[in-house]
């Protein structure tokens, strides 16, 4: 192996760990808009990708950890962020362009969990 080979291998595994590290939901808008753009290319087999699984299951665990938080916030009589049905779509469109709202300076700040959590503020209100 040449050093340049090497030279090209060792930012990948210097960041192995610190993206295996990270729980689900944790990863930011920019990382995941990055990683969905690349994935558009192969359309509907995006998916079928471990990539795309990936990022699937970023979106799926912030769903739950917000679902948890709302469910828990009601048992304990807290008034709720939103107040969304018990039952909901969201379309890989809807929630891509709610990424891509965020303006490209912030979104390496703002993680999904955070942007699943808006986006439900957004889409459901709690009646004044």
Request: aromatic share 6%.
């Amino acid at each position: 192996m040449t050093f340049g080979k090497r030279a090209r291998i060792l930012p990948i595994l210097f960041a192995a760990p610190l993206l295996c590290a990270m729980s689900p939901g944790d990863m930011s808008v920019a990382a995941f808009l990055m990683r969905a753009d690349s994935l558009a290319r192969l359309g509907p087999l995006a998916l079928a990708t471990p990539q795309g699984n990936q990022l699937k299951g970023e979106v799926i665990a912030a769903g739950k950890r917000y679902k948890a938080r709302i469910d828990a916030d009601r048992r304990a009589g807290r008034k709720t962020t939103s107040c969304p049905p018990e039952s909901g779509t969201l379309t890989p469109d809807q929630w891509l362009a709610h990424l891509r709202s965020y303006p490209a300076p912030i979104r390496k700040r703002v993680s999904i969990n955070t942007a699943f959590d808006a986006l439900m503020k957004k889409r459901y209100p709690c009646p004044a």
